[in-house]
């Protein structure tokens, strides 16, 4: 029972809610939490991109100018975290909470409570991994692996990350179950699993990766706790532990945390390119395969992050060709949304331009991701900015612009206004040109032989990272604008229709715009 | 919505936790999978004692090293203590070399080597040779001098047999090659 504030007693169930700020401490409404999840990642992608240009203004020029080598490295670590943990992953969290009961014709989410939690959760953790700046010996600065020797040695601020990773992983382990159990028994009647939309199954087989991994990711800093404080010796050599187990324990998580940033995008991208291309998605089937498959390959090829760790040459030969067998997966998925588009009637409103952007992007970022896989090649690359050129563009490219796409996608239906299309198209070519201009030329130096993860360079490297830097404070400043288009839209717009996309499918169009706070109350029945 | 979560929600919630806490234990339980792991297939031998095979030594082959010493205007007396060796190429040996000082005080000598033939001189590797240093015998003092060397394998297949000659020189009075050279470890 809640207290509304007109004093008069009231239930959720009947459709009304405690305002302020009760209203968000306490709910348990699946589109109130994924509001919450959203402004929280962006909150965080802020924070994350503070540090982002931090790192590209002592990078602006060769020689130390701005900040500590010390404080470069934790504030290295800390945008990894935080851009990894605090930002891509609540942001898909928030899209599913949002959009997975929409539209699968759930009411809400298996568990509010637990909801609530998984994401109140975020808060203490992220307010940890933030106030480790200021600590004595300031944040952790062993780089976002967090590997021992070094995360053995270092200070309170250490401490500080670990406990935060515990609290983030609780957070989306809880969350994972929800969405799991939300998918495997919510459905509307008469929707199979193999009638289920593509967001939804991506989120199933991503909310069992975490469920899977996250859980070993922390033991894994457990055990660092314990060789800091209680004297054990898992991976402290001087008591007859192994640094090296660390990395095979930690990139057993790691690897499969790579598809955990990008698997829901990969949904949202088969929603959107299908709906602005006006045709059914193309091998909706082999798309849950290959996404399945992904998944499962993701948990045999950790090895190929370790091939300068000392590795056999039969482990080396191994991950190499493990990791490049998942290209095959990968591409099948291209090619579907490649042929989705194949003879559409195709427009290019924002979400279709981020949606494209993707693929474009993601396949460079999946191509440099080959190169790195060949053993023989990593050697020589192992550490320099090709590697971070490469993730980022399949977390940047991959993950955000997923996450943009979704914005603009279903923004007129949490809502109820549309945005400004021409903003939308503005921010959309801001960001494409400012990220390639900040990370193309990161393979250049890369293939030079500049490593990553150091505040200084050799001369050679100043012209392509002063090129970097500006592009990374384009595409810093370009989020503002989106920030702009975000609240104008809340605040007003153009009335949305209930379908704003003639092309869209799914049963979350079928609900008015902006959804009602309670949806699909009775479920709709699928034929 | 704030009704207790249905029965069948709850069994799912059971068994996802369950396989959360497994996972957990599956992290922990890594460590020792990693150890036997690398025992049972000979991949990680972090810290332990390394015991490096030879896999140059040519079985098929011998050598036969013949050793001789001889002393140039010196008071010492040298002989080897073993006359020859038959060695496999690539196979570390070691030969010694027995030395008196004969004089009633301290001298100080080298020991230049030569070949027979001349051409084996380049596929007789010494790792370690008194004739690096010089040498220095007290009074009457007698010592035991260690040669250790390696056949190179690529040592042409006419060649069935080495010799070794060791000529010692007196180094004492001459207070260049002294000065300049390291102490002596006698």
């Known amino acids: ?527 | 919505m704030s009704t207790a979560p249905r029965p069948i929600n709850r069994r799912t919630f059971i068994k996802l936790a369950m396989f959360s806490m497994l996972m957990f234990g599956f992290g922990y339980a890594l460590v020792p999978l990693y150890s036997v792991f690398c025992r049972v297939t000979g991949l990680n031998q972090v810290g332990q004692d390394a015991n490096p095979v030879n896999t140059q030594v040519d079985f098929q082959r011998v050598v036969d090293i013949e050793f001789d010493s001889n002393v140039h205007d010196m008071p010492w007396k040298v002989s080897a203590v073993q006359t020859h060796m038959a060695v496999h190429p690539g196979e570390i040996s070691q030969a010694e070399f027995e030395v008196v000082n004969t004089r009633n005080e301290v001298v100080t000598g080298q020991a230049i080597p030569s070949y027979a033939p001349p051409e084996a001189a380049q596929y007789f590797r010494k790792l370690s040779c008194f004739c690096f240093n010089k040498q220095t015998l007290a009074a009457g003092q007698k010592l035991r001098l260690p040669v250790v060397f390696v056949v190179d394998p690529s040592l042409p297949k006419e060649i069935g047999t080495i010799t070794l000659s060791y000529t010692f020189f007196n180094v004492e009075g001459n207070i260049r090659a002294q000065s300049v050279a390291t102490p002596d470890r006698s």
């Open chain 1, 1 to 527: 029972m809640q207290k509304s504030a007109n004093g008069q007693a009231q239930t959720e169930a009947h459709g009304h809610r405690p305002e302020g700020l009760r209203r968000w401490l306490t709910t348990t409404n699946h589109k109130d939490i994924g509001t919450l999840y959203l402004w929280f990642s962006f909150t965080m992608f802020i924070v994350g991109g503070i540090m982002a240009l931090i790192i590209r203004a002592e990078l602006f020029q060769p020689g130390l100018q701005l900040i500590e080598p010390e404080r470069y490295n934790q504030i290295v670590t800390l945008h990894g975290l935080i851009m990894v943990f605090g930002a891509i992953m609540p942001a898909f969290v928030g899209f599913a909470n949002w959009m997975i009961p929409l539209q699968i014709g759930a009411s809400d989410m298996a568990f509010g409570r637990l909801n609530n939690w998984s994401f109140w959760l975020l808060i203490p953790a992220s307010l940890l991994l933030v106030t480790s700046l200021f600590v004595p010996g300031g944040a952790a600065g062993v780089g976002w692996t967090l590997y021992p020797p070094l995360s053995i040695q270092m200070g309170m601020g250490m401490d500080l990350a670990i406990f935060s990773v515990h609290i983030l992983g609780i957070s989306s382990i809880l969350g994972s179950i929800n969405i799991i159990t939300t998918v495997l028994n919510l459905r509307a009647p008469g929707m199979t699993m193999l009638k289920m939309p593509m967001f939804a199954w991506t989120w199933l087989i991503t909310a069992f990766l975490i469920i899977a991994v996250m859980p070993v990711f922390a033991g894994a800093v457990t055990m660092l706790l314990t060789d800091r404080h209680f004297g054990t010796s898992f991976f402290s050599a001087a008591g007859g532990g192994d640094p090296v187990l660390y990395q095979h324990v930690f990139w057993f998580f790691g690897h499969p945390e790579v598809y955990i940033v990008i698997l829901p995008g990969f949904g949202i991208i088969s929603h959107v390119i299908p709906a602005f291309s006006r045709k059914p998605l193309f091998g909706y089937t082999s798309m849950v395969y290959a996404t399945a498959s992904i998944a499962i390959l993701s948990f045999f090829v950790w090895g190929h992050h370790m091939f300068t760790s000392g590795m056999p040459v039969a482990g080396q030969i191994f991950y190499m060709y493990a990791t490049m067998l998942i290209a095959v997966p990968t591409g099948v998925k291209v090619f579907n949304w490649t042929a989705t588009m194949w003879r559409g009637a195709l427009t290019f409103e924002t979400p279709m331009l981020f949606a494209i952007g993707f693929i474009f992007l993601f396949v460079m970022g999946g191509f440099s991701g080959l190169v790195l896989a060949m053993t023989a090649v990593d050697v020589q690359m192992h550490n320099t900015y090709y590697v971070v050129a490469h993730f980022h563009y399949t977390m940047v490219a991959g993950a955000l612009f997923s996450a943009f796409a979704a914005v603009y996608y279903w923004l007129p239906k949490w809502t109820g206004h549309m945005y400004s299309e021409m903003l939308g198209k503005v921010h959309f070519w801001l960001t494409m040109i400012f990220f390639n201009m900040t990370f193309f030329v990161q393979h250049f130096l890369g293939l030079a032989g500049m490593p990553r993860r150091i505040p200084d360079y050799a001369l050679q490297f100043a012209d392509f990272n002063a090129i970097s830097s500006i592009g990374a404070f384009g595409l810093g400043l370009s989020q503002l604008l989106f920030l702009y288009i975000v609240i104008t839209c809340i605040k007003g717009g153009p009335k949305a229709e209930a379908k704003p996309w003639d092309g869209a499918e799914g049963l979350e169009w079928e609900v008015a715009s902006p959804a009602p706070y309670h949806t699909w109350e009775t479920q709709p029945v699928i034929k």
